[in-house]
C-alpha cells in the first residue's frame, strides 16, 4: 500500500479556505496525483484541507471521505513559552538544548509534558491505526502485520501538524523532532510505502518526502500556522 499525504495549499487561515496562490497550487497538485493511482482520497474536515482534496477528487472522479480527528491540532499549556508551539519549542530543544532524542524522553519535558498537542498527538496515532486496520494493516507495537494482498494507493490531505502527528506515529519518529527536521510545504507530496506481505510484520518506508516541484515558484517554503484552532 501507498500512502500519499499532501499538505494543503496556501491558506487563509482566519477564513479556513485557500488564497488564490493555494487554489492554483492544489490543482497543480492534482495534475501531480493524476497517474500515482490513488482509489480512495481522505481529507481533514477543515476548509483549506477540504479545498485542496477536491480538485484531485474531480480529477480522479473520486468522492472524499473526511476525516474529523485529522483536523489541525490545537497547542498551549501553562508555563510553556512561545504559546506551546510545537514547531517554535522543537526548534528551541535542538537548536539551544541540544536535546538528545535518542536517549531522553521528549514528552516528560516541560515544554511538552502537559502542552495540548500531545492529546492531539495521541489521538491521531489511535485514530490513524483504526483507519490502517481498515486498509489491511494492524499496529503491533512499534510495526505493522500485514493483513491484506491487496497493493492500493490511498490519499490523505491535511496538516502541518496533523500530517506530522500521523507522521511521527507510522514511523516511530519523535512529534518534535518532525516538525523541525523534516518540515514540509503547501501542497507537498509525502509518499510512504507499506509492503504487501499478507500475514507478515512490515514497516512503512518513506518512498518520496516534500515534493514540491509542482507549485515551484509559488512559495516562499514551509510555514506553520501561529495560532491554536
Known amino acids: 500500500m501507498r500512502l500519499i499525504f499532501v499538505r494543503?495549499?496556501?491558506?487563509?487561515?482566519?477564513?479556513?479556505c485557500l488564497t488564490d496562490t493555494g487554489h492554483r497550487q492544489a490543482a497543480a497538485a492534482a495534475?501531480?496525483?493524476?497517474?500515482?493511482?490513488?482509489?480512495?482520497?481522505?481529507?481533514?474536515?477543515?476548509?483549506?484541507?477540504?479545498q485542496t482534496a477536491q480538485y484531485t477528487a474531480d480529477l480522479l472522479h473520486l468522492p472524499v471521505?473526511?476525516?474529523?480527528?485529522?483536523?489541525?491540532?490545537s497547542w498551549g499549556g501553562?508555563?510553556?513559552?512561545?504559546?506551546?508551539?510545537?514547531?517554535?519549542?522543537?526548534?528551541?530543544?535542538?537548536?539551544?538544548?541540544?536535546f538528545d532524542f535518542s536517549r531522553r524522553d521528549w514528552q516528560t519535558h516541560p515544554y511538552f509534558q502537559n502542552n495540548v498537542s500531545n492529546?492531539?498527538?495521541?489521538?491521531?496515532?489511535?485514530?490513524?491505526?483504526?483507519?490502517?486496520?481498515?486498509?489491511?494493516y494492524r499496529r503491533d507495537g512499534a510495526r505493522y502485520l500485514c493483513l491484506t494482498d491487496r497493493d492500493e494507493t490511498v490519499a490523505m490531505f491535511s496538516h502541518g501538524g496533523s500530517?506530522?502527528?500521523?507522521?511521527?506515529?507510522?514511523?516511530?519518529?519523535?512529534?518534535?523532532?518532525?516538525?523541525?527536521?523534516?518540515p514540509y510545504d503547501f501542497t507537498s507530496v509525502i509518499i510512504l510505502n507499506f509492503p504487501v506481505r499478507k500475514g507478515e510484520h512490515v514497516h512503512p518506508r518513506i518512498e518520496l518526502f516534500n515534493d514540491c516541484a509542482h507549485i515551484k515558484?509559488?512559495?516562499?517554503g514551509p510555514r506553520f500556522q501561529e495560532k491554536s484552532e
Not at 8 to 16: L, R
Not at 78 to 98: A, Q, V, Y
Not at 119 to 136: H, T, V
Open 163 to 182: 500530517g506530522a502527528c500521523a507522521m511521527s506515529h507510522l514511523m516511530n519518529i519523535p512529534f518534535p523532532y518532525m516538525c523541525t527536521a523534516m
Open 217 to 220: 515558484g509559488t512559495s516562499d
Open 119 to 136: 492529546q492531539f498527538l495521541e489521538m491521531i496515532s489511535a485514530r490513524f491505526d483504526e483507519l490502517l486496520l481498515n486498509l489491511g
Open 65 to 73: 471521505t473526511v476525516l474529523p480527528y485529522m483536523h489541525e491540532i
Open 78 to 98: 501553562s508555563d510553556i513559552p512561545d504559546n506551546g508551539h510545537p514547531w517554535t519549542l522543537s526548534e528551541r530543544m535542538i537548536d539551544r538544548e541540544d
Open 31 to 50: 495534475e501531480r496525483l493524476r497517474d500515482e493511482g490513488i482509489v480512495k482520497i481522505f481529507s481533514s474536515p477543515m476548509g483549506r484541507a477540504r
Open 8 to 16: 494543503h495549499g496556501e491558506p487563509d487561515y482566519e477564513h479556513d
